[in-house]
Structures are given as C-alpha cells and as structure tokens.
C-alpha cells in the first residue's frame, strides 16, 4: 500500500499532461543500482493559473513531458527528474501561446525545458504530504515544495485521485513581462489518478 502510494505521489509531479514523448536532449535520467526500481512516469496532467488584472484568473497546461522515478528499497530516498517542453504550451489562444513561447516570455529556443528533481519527500501518517525539490524555468533554479493531499476516489472503482500544488513568482525565475497586467505569483496545481 505504501509502496503503490508512493509511486503514485511521485508521478504526481509530472509537470505535464500526455504520453511520455522525449523532448529534447537535456534530459538527466537517474542512474540505477541494484536496490532501486526505474519507473516511467506519465498519467499525471498539470494546469497552472494567474491573475489578469487582479481579477481574472486565466490558466493552461504543458503537453509533453519525459520523466523517470528511481524507487529506493528506503522510500523517503526516492528520486524523481523530469522534464517537461516548454514549447508544448496551451492556454487555448494561439496568440498567446506564441508570445509565451518567443523571447519575450518563455524563450523556448533559447530555455526549451523546465525540470525538477527532488531532495526529499516528506511523510505523514498518511503518505506523502511535501515532495521538496529544485525547479529549474528560464535559466533559473529555485527550491520548492509541492504540498500532496488525496482529493477523492471513483465511486464502485478503486481508482484514487491526488493533487499538489505549490505557487511560485514568476520573477524569481527571471520572467517579468507584463508584470503591471499578469500577478507575479502562479499556481502550479498537479493532478493524477491511480488504480
């Protein structure tokens, strides 16, 4: 039971929706040994959120993501990367995923990927409620904490969902256009489910 909640608070920090579909050729993967177990990770969505205007709250999502979770025999020293295409952004407003992605925002060409791994997962008695980890968007590398909760389960099913969620500034990370229309604050909210 631990071990099943564990995989799947883990795959919880995908931070993107879809199959798993290399990206470019950045990404780190773990290195096995012999008491670890190498996972892909997928079935997980993301959406963030901000604030227009003080008002508004306008959101998207990522679409394309590659990730692996190296399962330690200790379960606190599990170990997750994953990287996501920054290039695969949606708001569902082709404009605005453009200006997202030139130079003026994102800058995919220059900062294509956003990752994370994580120091350390923090447990409660009833799983795992922190996953602590670095975020690293445009360059920049910053600590963050995902706080986890189980959000319900399918009525007659044994599926469970859960959710993380954690807020950071977009500034931090260097990305300060529109600071004067768009909050500085974003709301990363990450979701999954598991049978």
């Known amino acids: ?56 709250r306008v959101g998207g999502h990522f679409e394309r993501l590659i990730g692996k979770l190296v399962n330690h025999a200790d379960r606190e020293a599990g170990r997750i990367h994953i990287c996501i295409d920054v290039s695969r952004i949606n708001i569902r407003d082709e404009i605005r995923d453009e200006f997202l992605r030139s130079p003026a925002f994102f800058n995919t060409e220059r900062y294509p990927q956003i990752t994370f791994s994580n120091s350390r997962l923090v447990l409660g008695k009833d799983g795992i409620e922190q996953i602590v980890g670095d975020l690293s968007l445009h360059g920049m590398t910053r600590p963050v904490v995902f706080n986890v909760e189980p959000v319900g389960s399918a009525q007659g099913m044994d599926t469970i ?13 260097g990305l300060l256009s529109l600071r004067s229309i768009v909050s500085d604050e974003v709301e990363i909210i990450v979701a999954m489910q598991s049978n």
């Open 161 to 173: 969902s859960y959710q993380a969620k954690v807020t950071i500034k977009r500034s931090d990370f």
């Open 1 to 56: 039971m631990i071990r099943q909640l564990l995989r799947t608070m883990i795959a919880v920090l995908i931070l993107v929706p879809g199959a798993l579909v290399p990206v470019a050729a950045q990404t780190t993967e773990p290195n096995p040994e012999s008491e670890h177990e190498v996972l892909d990770l997928g079935n997980a969505s993301v959406r963030f959120q901000v604030r227009v205007f003080g008002l508004i």
